[in-house]
């Protein structure tokens, strides 16, 4: 998009359309308009949604602003699904302080992965992963299976899968999905920190 079209969807015309297309995912309308809608505001926001991540990556892990553009346009479909959606406030608003918080649980989810791997590698004889894989088939692993699948990407799902259930090597993992190992690891033990906390939530309900 130029400079001056980017000027030109900021005019009365535009808004007037994104107020069209916010005011049809509502869940007062019916059900064929707001699935036209939601395609129609997933294909105008989300390559703005992975510009501003790449941006705030440093220009870096283009495999993460992928996931979080996709995870932010979600987020806002979810919130205009009850929202009452004032035209006259400006719809910048709601993006960049959407964009903020997807971001600020990106760093939050990243430092809690570091934090816990390191104290996985302290604990004496202690290995999270192999007590999970012993215990993938009990009824307390499938019920965190089940919470944490509906929570993570399809393909950190995938990825963790393959590593516990076929003989896939994160390197074979990688080239499947034009990764980096690192990334792969990465994406496994985001898996692990949700499953181990999934646990943890369903033995104190």
């Not at 929202?83 to 400006?90: A, C, I």
Request: overall charge positive; hydrophobic content about 35%.
């Amino acid at each position: 998009m130029t400079k001056s079209s980017e000027k030109e969807s900021s005019g009365p015309a535009s808004r007037e359309t994104r107020a069209s297309v916010v005011g049809g995912i509502h869940l007062s309308m019916d059900e064929e308009c707001r699935k036209r809608s939601q395609s129609r505001f997933f294909k105008q926001y989300r390559e703005k949604a992975f510009r501003l991540f790449t941006k705030k990556l440093g220009g870096r892990s283009n495999e993460v602003a992928e996931d979080l553009a996709d995870e932010l346009v979600r987020a806002l479909i979810k919130r205009f699904e009850t929202l009452e959606y004032d035209p006259r406030k400006g719809f910048r608003g709601y993006f960049k302080t959407s964009a903020r918080r997807v971001l600020a649980k990106f760093y939050r989810e990243r430092k809690r992965l570091v934090e816990s791997t390191v104290l996985d590698q302290r604990e004496d004889r202690v290995d999270i992963e192999t007590r999970l894989a012993d215990e993938f088939d009990g009824e307390l692993v499938r019920s965190a299976r089940n919470r944490v699948q509906a929570e993570v990407t399809p393909r950190d799902w995938e990825i963790f899968v393959a590593l516990y259930e076929t003989p896939a090597t994160p390197e074979e993992l990688a080239k499947r999905y034009g990764m980096k190992p690192n990334a792969v690891y990465t994406a496994k033990y985001r898996v692990i920190v949700r499953l181990r906390n999934a646990v943890k939530a369903i033995t104190t309900d």
